[in-house]
Every structure is written in C-alpha cells, then in structure tokens.
C-alpha cells in the first residue's frame, strides 16, 4: 500500500534522528545505532531489506544491502560494510553538508509474473517507476531493484529496468540485443516478487521523506511559481556558452552531454536550432517579468549564435533569410527564430535585427504554398541532392511535412503584426493573404490529408498559440480557429489525470494518451492551454477561462515535481549543475534546454493570473 499525499506533510524528526545516528555510527563503530520511537514505518524481518547509499559531489555513490532480525541490527551490518568499502574514505561523512544520506526499508512485498509486468497498465503486475522495485533470485543469489533506483539510476521503462537488471546479473554479458536481454529476464526460472518501500534522504540535518525518490510535499503556490521560472531562466543564462549556444543537454547522472537520442554524435554534441530560439525567448520572459538585464544581455548574445547560421535567398525579388544548421533550414527554425527576435524587438526597442526579421517573413511565406499547405524544410540533405526546395511535388510535399512547424512559423508572422511598425503594404498584405491560406489548410484540410498524425493526446500548443495572436488581427476571428484552440484545449483537459482517477497523487495535472499509461509532464501542451485561457479571456468567455485556469493549477503543480531543487539532486554526479533545471520525465535524469524553456515560459504567463488557493 503506498502513502497519500497527506502523509508527508507529517513530522519526520525521529527519522533526522535516526539519519544522525548512522551517520555517527558510520564515523565510529562503537557508537550503537539507537532506533528512536515514532518512525514512520514497521520493520518486518520477514521482508525488511535495507539499502543504505553515501552520496557526494563529484563521487560515485556507495551502497549496501542486508537483513537481520532487528532494525538495529541490520543497519550496523550495513554500515559496517560501508566502512569497508574501497572508496569509503572518500566521502566526507562527518560533514553532512556535503555527504547525504539514503536510507530506504522493504515495507511490502507480493509475488508477480515477470511476463506481464508492465508499466502502462494499472493492475497487480503493474511495476510504477519509482514507488515499485523488484526482488528476485538468480543462480542463488537475491537481487533487490529498489523502487528508489528508478531515480538513482534514471529508468522509466520496463526494457530500461531489465536491461539494468540484466548488467547486475551477468546476464547481459551473452547478448548485446536489448529485446533478448528482457526476454531472458522475463524467463528466469525464479519467483519474482513487487517490493515497495520506505525512504528518506538526509538534508543537512533533516531527513526528506521520498516519493517516486523525491522529496515531498512540494512547495507550490504563486510566489514558487515565480521562484521556478526566474530560476530555470537562469539556469539557461548560466549553462550558456562562450559563442552563444545554450547547454543543449544533461544527464545529471553521469555528467553527458551527448543528446540521448543522436548518441553518435559527440563532437561537437548535437545541437538545435529551434531549440536555441526558445532559450532565447524564455531569457527574454525573464526579461520582462523582472526587468534585469543579463536576461536581456543573454539574449542578445543567443541572438547573435543564431544570425551567424544565416543564409540568404530572394522572394520575388526581394531580400529573404533563413537559419542553416545540421544540413537542415527547417520551417520551424524560421518561425521560432522568428518569434524570438520579435520578442526582443518588442522588448528592447533595438532596431537592428529589422532587416532579418523581414527577410525571415519573406522566407516563411515562401514555404507557403497555393493550397496553403506550408513545406517543412527548404533545405534537406535527402532531397533535391542538398539543395534549396522550390517547388516540391505531392510525395515530396508529404515527406517534407511537420506537424509543429506551421504553428511555430504562424505565430512568428502574427507577432511581426502585431509589433513592428511602418510594415511595407505590399508584405503586410501578402502576410495576411498567405497566412489566411496557412490557417485554413491547418484547421481544415490538415485532418483529411494527414489524419495519421493525428493522436488522442492534442500537442500543437504553437498553433494554438499562433491563434490566440491571429484572432487579434482583422478578419482572422473565425469560428473555426477558436474552435480548434477551445477543442485542442477541453481535450488535453480530457486527457489530463484528476484527483479522482489518478493512480498516484503526483500524476495530477500530467498527461496520458491512454488512461494508465505513465504520465507525461509536458510544458509545452501547457503552454497551449495558456493561449486558450488568454484567448478565452480576449473574447470575453471569463467562465472558460475560470475552467481552464483550474486544469493549468493543476499541470503547473504537476511540473514542479520535475524541478531539481537542492533537496532533491542528492543522487546527481555535480548538484550544482543540475539544480534548478527541469526534468523532462518523472524519473529520468536527463535536462534538455526545451524541458526548462517550456515549462519557464508557461510558468511565466500562469503567473501573473494565479492566485494562492
């Protein structure tokens, strides 16, 4: 049976007591380990494994594991295999400041069937990442997956857990296939058994009670929310580099910054481009929040990294310009970059980018076509052997089409609208005939022709952002439009966990396609209900906007379960690196630039509307 939410927000000192007198053991073993009262779990030697983890700065944890008749008992037969280990001396135990604690005791156990262990179905096989760990035994050896290593090992999947599971065994030594990896684990010969536990991390002279191997409650009200995103936009400035690009990627476990998903490339790291404009524009959300000027001064120096990957063509014979990088000039580096300098633009005053960002307008409208349907890419090394894409034909068209890129590039020419002045006629007249054209090919013939690309789950938060711009514009307030936000919107909502159909209570506020599944925190579907709640507010509809502000609580809270606070990098290989960033998964360690900028950038325009419960 796993805890509420409610039974975190108990006092804990007897379990500081009992982190202190570890740790005192841990310096000296003639100091008795003394179990004081009123601990918030039973030990049953029946079943009561207990870990205990040394972590450190800059050091590799060290742990160990063991079960005896009493509590006492088995943490001095842990400590005492700590002390003997090679890199105890190492750590500085005596300061806990810097040497933290991780205690953690098997308090439940049930057999399972290791074939149908899944964690996208609720159920007695279901294995949360997390709050669920595994005990097993292999060639007469028990091997204990504690609910905490989800977290201190960065897994979420089943194929993760076994694969990490098949490297502690040996067994990953007679494949290298991943799939025959799980597959052989799946088969043991042994009875496997789903554990839950207990756990608490030391924090200074606290002991932080974990949930899913965090700290909880979280804090969560108006003021954190400010705290976070001023935080994550310095977290961006600060991680930035000498020629303007942003740190791209972290594994706060190891310390990589090799993107999980291009591991080959290593040198330089993969890198891109419209990532990097959204760090420029959450610097310049911070910007405006709090009007200090390294946000300012980041971004300009962001701006620059991003004009030095400029290229340029002719529009019907006038100047056009387009980001080039990887090979690539995609349409939505076009838009976001876009979007970005206007943000700056409006921000600043600085009138030196003028010239790109008209040239950028002409270049977008060029990757408009008669139909209305935009072309993903006018650079691609697969097509047109490398060169520019002019006129693509219908296959190419498909294969070159982006589902997020449209929106991204719309909301770029609504802003420029919207901000620049002294427009020339002719390329204000021929923003708004190619973007109308833009708009109804995406609201209407878009779910016809790639009605395969569509999922439960809306995520086109950048054209509902888009939108919300263009229904400001004359004769852009269609019907259709609105429908498309308020209906993307309500079925985000539909798909969102509730108080009372959540699993676990840290899932409300968090996605899912289908109900079960485990949950999707994602700040940028939330940064598409925030444009309906402002265009909900622009039309005058205040009782849909009081609807949707109630679900962005709700995912805004859920969000913050992701942040890495002081209290809660205790397993990361350099804390100070990783604090203040944002997850993009529950328990995966990994930062990407785009898991803050989302999030930072929702943050800072829930904030000025929310208010304290």
Not at 31 to 39: A, F, R, T
Not at 346 to 362: E, K, P, T
Not at 375 to 383: D, E, K, N, R, V
Not at 396 to 410: H, I, N, Q, R, V
């Amino acid at each position: 049976m796993l805890p509420d939410e409610q039974f975190f927000s108990q006092d804990f000192s007897a379990e500081a007591v009992l982190l202190r007198n570890i740790r005192k053991n841990l310096l000296d073993p003639a100091v008795s380990v003394d179990i004081p009262e009123g601990l918030h779990f039973s030990f049953n030697p029946e079943i009561a494994q207990i870990y205990i983890t040394l972590f450190q700065s800059g050091l590799r944890s060290i742990r160990w594991g063991s079960r005896r008749k009493t509590l006492s008992e088995t943490i001095q037969r842990v400590t005492e295999k700590l002390r003997g280990h090679r890199e105890f001396t190492a750590f500085a135990v005596a300061d806990p400041g810097r040497c933290r604690i991780l205690f953690e005791v098997v308090t439940g156990e049930y057999p399972c069937d290791p074939r149908k262990i899944t964690v996208i179905e609720l159920g007695p096989d279901r294995l949360e990442p997390g709050l669920h760990g595994l005990k097993f035994r292999y060639e007469g050896k028990p091997y204990y997956y504690m609910p905490t290593d989800a977290v201190t090992c960065g897994l979420m999947t089943i194929n993760q857990v076994f694969s990490h599971l098949a490297r502690r065994t040996g067994i990953a030594k007679k494949t290298r296939r991943i799939s025959e990896r799980v597959a052989m684990m799946r088969s043991l010969p042994t009875d496997y058994a789903i554990i839950t536990s207990f756990a608490c991390v030391s924090f200074a002279e606290q002991a932080l009670p974990l949930y899913r191997g965090y700290p909880v409650p979280i804090r969560f009200d108006r003021e954190r929310l400010r705290e976070s995103l001023l935080a994550g936009s310095t977290w961006i400035l600060d991680n930035m580099k000498p020629n303007g690009q942003f740190l791209y990627f972290y594994d706060a476990l190891t310390g990589s910054e090799i993107d999980f998903q291009h591991p080959k490339m290593t040198d330089p790291p993969y890198y891109n481009i419209l990532r990097h404009s959204g760090g420029t524009i959450t610097l310049l959300r911070a910007f405006e929040l709090t009007g200090e000027t390294k946000y300012l001064a980041g971004a300009e120096k962001s701006i620059e990294f991003f004009l030095s990957v400029f290229r340029e063509h002719a529009y019907q014979g006038e100047y056009a310009c387009y980001p080039f990088f990887n090979k690539k000039s995609k349409l939505g580096g076009a838009g976001i970059g876009l979007v970005a300098l206007l943000h700056y633009f409006r921000l600043s005053g600085d009138q030196r980018h003028r010239g790109y960002i008209d040239g950028l307008v002409r270049h977008i409208l060029s990757r408009i076509s008669e139909s209305g349907e935009m072309i993903g890419y006018f650079i691609h090394p697969q097509f047109h052997n490398g060169g520019e894409i002019t006129a693509p034909d219908e296959q190419t068209m498909k294969e070159l089409f982006s589902f997020y890129y449209p929106g991204e590039a719309l909301l770029g020419l609504a802003l420029y609208l919207h901000h620049v002045p002294d427009i020339d006629p002719g390329l204000r007249a021929a923003v708004l005939a190619g973007s109308k054209r833009a708009l109804d090919f995406l609201i209407h013939d878009r779910p016809r022709k790639y009605h395969y690309l569509f999922e439960s789950l809306p995520a086109d938060g950048w054209l509902m952002q888009a939108i919300e711009e263009w229904v400001k514009i004359e004769g852009f307030s269609e019907q259709a439009y609105i429908d498309f936000v308020f209906n993307d919107a309500q079925a985000m909502i539909d798909h969102m966990y509730q108080e009372h159909d959540s699993p676990y209570f840290d899932y409300v506020g968090s996605f899912y396609y289908r109900y079960g599944e485990h949950a999707y925190p994602d700040g940028a579907r939330c940064e598409g209900l925030m444009a309906a709640y402002y265009l909900a507010r622009h039309l005058g509809y205040d009782a849909r906007a009081a609807h949707l502000l109630k679900y962005l609580r709700k995912a805004a809270k859920n969000l913050m379960y992701t942040c890495n606070t002081p209290e809660s990098v205790y397993a990361h290989c350099d804390p100070a690196t990783s604090i203040n960033s944002f997850r993009f998964k529950m328990t995966r360690q990994w930062v990407r630039v785009d898991s803050v900028q989302h999030t930072a950038c929702y943050y800072a325009r829930l904030y000025p509307v929310m208010e304290d419960a």
